[in-house]
């Protein structure tokens, strides 16, 4: 809502009534977090899904961390994660490469699938799913090797590459699409651990990439940036976005309507609403997505 359009006696009081629905929903919010039949609002499902989520519910010993959250994550889209902190959005992250297996109390329930491939099944081997679903961390974490071998190391596990001029390749064309080459080509055999923080995060995008993933998933991949390499980074998932699938989770709404072409929003544990991501930093469709990007918690 902007001051001028307030500038009139009934203008200010339908934002007076807006106000008050909002204040009626966030009275109610305690709710939330017992209504089992909460709806999921917006666009949650599309044509030709990556990755499908139904009925997902996770579990930290009894505490229920996600809700019954069913989403399609399309090929080839940016979708974002936003939401209050502990609302889910890093456990929800987290099942979709099975991550979560690492956290002992963790249980998840429900369906999460890839191209239609059941990603719990138990016959599925793990480490090969965490390489076609890749993750970046909210803090850069190189390997304490050089900058060559952080890269090099997945495909080498993988059997990427049968000659040391097929790594190189590798190497090379992974830092490239990560925007970090003409920054380190020149001292490729130095620790990875003595980039600036991010540089790091970028050797760290060259390492997910260098296992050709199909999905990448980010956690805050920018919160310890600054803002010029937050720019770098953000350009880049525009571009990693032309062949891969990236989910990324964030606290920078501006970076949300940046980046991502969906936007889910998370309460307590819900799914409340995914959208456009246009439409929801304009016109969300619920009260708590719009009470969330207006500031008015989280
Ligand atoms: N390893 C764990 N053991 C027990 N509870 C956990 C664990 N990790 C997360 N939780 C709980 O699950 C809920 C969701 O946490 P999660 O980290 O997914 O939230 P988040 O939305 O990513 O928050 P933030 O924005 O602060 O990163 C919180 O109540 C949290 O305390
Ligand atoms: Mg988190």
Not at 40 to 58: H, L, S, Y
Not at 108 to 127: F, N, Q, S, T
Not at 175 to 204: F, I, N, P, Y
Request: hydrophobic share 40%; with cysteine; glycine share 6%.
């Amino acid at each position: 809502m902007n001051e001028a359009n307030l500038a009139t006696p009934a203008a200010a009081a339908n934002a007076e009534k807006v106000e008050a629905k909002i204040e009626v929903k966030l009275d109610a919010k305690q709710n939330l977090e017992v209504a089992d039949d909460q709806v999921t609002v917006g666009q949650c499902f599309t044509d030709a899904p990556k990755m499908t989520m139904r009925n997902v519910n996770v579990f930290y010993d009894d505490k229920q961390a996600i809700h019954n959250v069913s989403i399609d994550i399309a090929q080839n889209e940016v979708i974002a994660m936003i939401g209050p902190s502990g609302c889910g959005k890093s456990t929800f992250l987290r099942s979709l490469n099975r991550m979560n297996d690492t956290v002992e109390s963790c249980r998840v329930e429900g369906e999460i699938c890839m191209d239609g491939e059941d990603l719990y099944a138990p016959k599925l081997d793990v480490v090969e799913l965490r390489a076609r679903v890749g993750m970046v961390f909210q803090k850069p974490n190189p390997f304490p090797k050089s900058i060559y071998d952080n890269v090099a190391y997945g495909p080498k596990i993988h059997g990427l590459a049968d000659t040391r001029v097929d790594l190189d390749e590798i190497v090379e064309n992974s830092l490239r699409r990560a925007s970090l080459w003409d920054e380190v080509k020149e001292r490729l055999h130095q620790s990875g651990t003595g980039l600036s923080g991010g540089q790091q995060q970028r050797l760290c995008i060259a390492r997910a990439i260098a296992v050709s993933p199909e999905v990448i998933l980010m956690d805050e991949p920018c919160s310890a940036l600054d803002p010029i390499a937050t720019a770098k980074i953000e350009e880049l998932i525009e571009e990693l976005s032309e062949n891969f699938t990236i989910a990324i989770v964030t606290h920078s709404m501006q970076q949300a309507a940046r980046v991502s072409h969906r936007t889910a929003y998370f309460h307590l544990g819900r799914l409340i609403e995914v959208n456009p991501t246009e439409q929801v930093f304009t016109m969300p469709e619920h009260e708590l997505t719009e009470a969330y990007i207006t500031g008015r918690f989280g």
